[in-house]
């Protein structure tokens, strides 16, 4: 399966931004699918995943603010970001492998990705 990720971009501190990811190769509607992101100098991080169905986690530092979410007839994965801060400031990934794991927030052990788009939260 091939991802492809965008709709990153420069917003101000309390904005909002959606990110999409599309496949392509394969339907994602029976993937696990999961954004990343990676700050310079730092490793890559997990942001939020969704199983096959409807379970959804979030990292500590996104939970309230972040949504993700798939479309199956458009073979999409989005991530809402609402209320962003300068700590968001990253370049995001979408993920995805073809089983859950509870390994999840490991960045090792998602099979495919997606290009990275940029999303710059400054004033």
């Known amino acids: 399966v091939q991802l492809q990720a965008s709709g990153g971009g420069l917003v101000q501190p309390g904005g909002s931004l959606r990110l999409s990811c599309v496949g392509s190769?394969?339907?994602?509607?029976?993937?696990?699918l999961a954004w990343f992101r990676q700050a310079p100098g730092e490793e890559r991080e997990f942001v939020a995943g969704l199983r096959s169905g409807s379970m959804r986690v979030y990292a500590n530092a996104v939970k309230g603010r972040f949504t993700i979410s798939r479309d199956n007839a458009e073979n999409m994965v989005y991530l809402q970001m609402n209320s962003l801060k300068s700590e968001d400031t990253a370049v995001y990934y979408c993920?995805?492998?073809?089983?859950?794991?509870?390994?999840?927030?490991?960045?090792?052990?998602?099979?495919?990705w997606g290009q990275g788009t940029q999303v710059t939260v400054s004033s």
């Open positions: 993920a995805a492998r073809v089983r859950w794991t509870v390994a999840y927030s490991d960045y090792h052990q998602w099979e495919y």
């Open positions: 190769g394969r339907t994602l509607s029976t993937y696990a």
